[in-house]
Every structure is written in structure tokens, then in C-alpha cells.
């Protein structure tokens, strides 16, 4: 457990925007040093601009792409050198497309898990084994509520966070010998750019436009309904000091992961939460 916060080390990824920005706001709070990681170098640089100018050298910033295991290495690099270790890594970065399961495409596939799946691999990978040799940190995987049920025309993103959950929980098992933690942070609705994913998407990626209105309607729902990203980050900053693995940041979660329990008890097909 890593109860004293101030002083040490962060790194985030996904950190330009949304509930990843949030996590640095909050671990500078506590008196850490961030390093800021995203692919989208302009909002990367604009943050780290203006953090700095509030807390100085604390801030930092590497663009990296969370699907390049060799840009992650080196980025993990580049922060060892510079700061000597790294205390909490926040594998965050990740994408959002939505629509009907027969109306995604493979490329969608492909870099929905890459960014999602592979994207917390590769932080792992890349850091963990140094984390483990120095004998102190945490690590932060974001999944979601999507990672414990299911709803309709979230599957492709969902099946990709119940792949960051299966594997935080493997390796939550495997850490647990060592001084690592590990959380699991599964979200609900936070007022964010996820749905947003135009913003982002690869020239690769080809994408059926009926789904433009599920995800525009999505966005609204978020925009509507979504909690504001400091409570979820005030909720990572206690359970990586108290070695907490879940993070849910709303009241429903643990009754939609529960009612697939409940089906399974019963006998019953999928049915969710409505
Ligand atoms: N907002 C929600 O309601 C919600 C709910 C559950 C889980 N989540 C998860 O929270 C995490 C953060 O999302 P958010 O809601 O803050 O969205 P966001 O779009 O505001 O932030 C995501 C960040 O990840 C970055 N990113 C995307 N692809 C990347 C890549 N290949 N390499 C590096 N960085 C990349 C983006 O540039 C962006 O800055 C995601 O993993 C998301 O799935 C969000």
C-alpha cells in the first residue's frame, strides 16, 4: 500500500482529458509528481502548460500511444531515468464506440481492443516488473461498469473491458506476495469526451455511420447524467492509499454485476438491469 502520496510518482495515461486529467489534478493535490502520457500531443500539451504553471517542474509531459508496447517501454524509460521509480501507475487511456454488434466492423475491433485491452498490457508490462524490483507502487487499471455486465449496443466496448477486469483481477493474484497493488476502477457514467471518438479514431478504422446516432445519443446521456470526474478520482486516490482492488463510482453497479450472479443462480438467459 502506498499511504504516503506526497513525494512520489505518478504516471498516467490517457491523462489529457477527462477522468484521466482528473487523476493528475489529484495526485498533484496530494503532492505527487505526474507524468501525463497521451497520444493526442496538442491536448497533452496544453495541459501540461497550464499544471505547470501551477505547480512547476512537478508536471511533465511523453505523448505516447498506449497500442505501441515499444513507445510504452520507452516511455517507462524516460520516466525512470528522469525521476528514478515510478509509485502509481494509471493504465487509463481508452476509447468508447458504440453501436449494434452486427453493425461493427473488424477494424473497429481490432483497435477497440488495442487501445483498450492491449493499451493497460503494455502499461503493465512495461512497468510492473521495474515496480516490483524497486518494492513499492499501485497500479490502476480502468475498466468499467461495462466490465461486470453488459448492455446492448455497448458490446464490442464491453467485451473489451471485461478483458481489462479478468486481467487486473489475474494480476492483482499475482502481485499480491509482492508490495504492488492493484485496483480495478469501474465507472458508470462520467461526464467526459469518451463518446467522442471521431476525435480519435485511426484512418484505418472504418466504421458503419448508422452508429453516428447511437453514439451521439450516448454522448447526450453522458452529458445529461454523468458525475463529474473529480469524485472518481477522489474515489482511485483512497483506494490506492487504503489497497482497495474494486472502484465503483455509482450505486448500481454492484446490483447490475450481481443480477448476472442472479441469472446464473436461476438458470436464467441474460437479463440486466433495465
Ligand atoms: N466516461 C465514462 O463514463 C467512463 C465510464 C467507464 C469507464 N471509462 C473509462 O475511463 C477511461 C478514460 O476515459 P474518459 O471517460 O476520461 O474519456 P476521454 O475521451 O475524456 O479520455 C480518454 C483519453 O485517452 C486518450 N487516448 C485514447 N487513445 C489513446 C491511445 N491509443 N494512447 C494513449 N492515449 C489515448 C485520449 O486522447 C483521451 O485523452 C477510459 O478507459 C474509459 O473507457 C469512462
Known amino acids: 500500500m502506498i499511504r504516503q502520496l506526497d513525494g512520489r510518482v505518478a504516471v498516467v495515461t490517457g491523462a489529457a482529458s477527462g477522468i484521466g486529467l482528473a487523476l493528475v489534478e489529484a495526485f498533484l493535490v ?4 505526474v507524468v501525463l502520457s497521451d497520444v493526442d500531443g496538442d491536448a497533452l500539451g496544453e495541459e501540461v502548460d497550464r499544471l505547470s504553471t501551477e505547480v512547476g517542474d512537478r508536471v511533465s509531459g511523453e505523448a505516447c500511444d498506449v497500442t505501441d508496447p ?22 487509463n487511456a481508452g476509447v468508447g464506440p458504440a453501436g449494434a454488434m452486427l453493425d461493427t466492423t473488424p477494424s473497429e475491433w481490432r483497435w477497440t ?8 498490457a503494455h502499461g503493465v508490462l512495461a512497468f510492473a516488473p521495474r515496480m516490483v524490483a524497486a518494492g513499492a507502487g499501485h497500479i490502476v487499471n480502468v475498466a468499467s461498469q461495462a466490465g461486470l455486465m453488459t448492455n446492448a449496443f455497448l458490446g464490442m466496448y464491453a467485451a473489451s473491458k471485461h478483458a481489462v477486469v479478468g ?28 463518446f467522442d471518438v471521431a476525435r ?3 484512418d484505418w478504422v472504418e466504421v458503419d455511420e448508422t452508429n453516428d446516432a447511437t453514439q451521439a ?15 472518481v478520482a477522489d474515489r482511485v486516490v483512497d483506494a490506492v492509499r487504503t489497497g482497495r482492488f474494486w472502484v465503483f463510482t455509482h ?9 448476472r450472479f442472479e441469472d446464473l443462480q436461476a438458470g436464467r438467459n441474460p437479463t440486466g438491469l433495465v
Not at 167 to 194: F, K, N, Q
Not at 251 to 259: G, I, M, Q, S
Request: proline letters at 6%; one cysteine or more.
Open 113 to 120: 481492443f488495442d487501445v483498450n485491452v492491449l493499451g493497460v
Open 30 to 33: 496530494e503532492g505527487m509528481s
Open 217 to 231: 445519443s450516448l454522448a447526450e446521456i453522458l452529458a445529461e447524467r454523468g458525475i463529474g470526474t473529480d469524485v
Open 70 to 91: 515499444d513507445a510504452v517501454s520507452a516511455m517507462a524509460d524516460v520516466v525512470w531515468d528522469r525521476h528514478g521509480g515510478v509509485h502509481v501507475l494509471c493504465n
Open 251 to 259: 450505486d448500481v453497479t454492484l446490483p447490475a454485476a450481481l443480477r
Open 167 to 194: 486481467l487486473s483481477e489475474a494480476l492483482h493474484r499475482e502481485l499480491e506476495p509482492t508490495p504492488i497493488g492493484v485496483s480495478c476502477l469501474c465507472p458508470e457514467l462520467v461526464s467526459t469526451a469518451i
Open 200 to 202: 480519435l479514431r485511426p
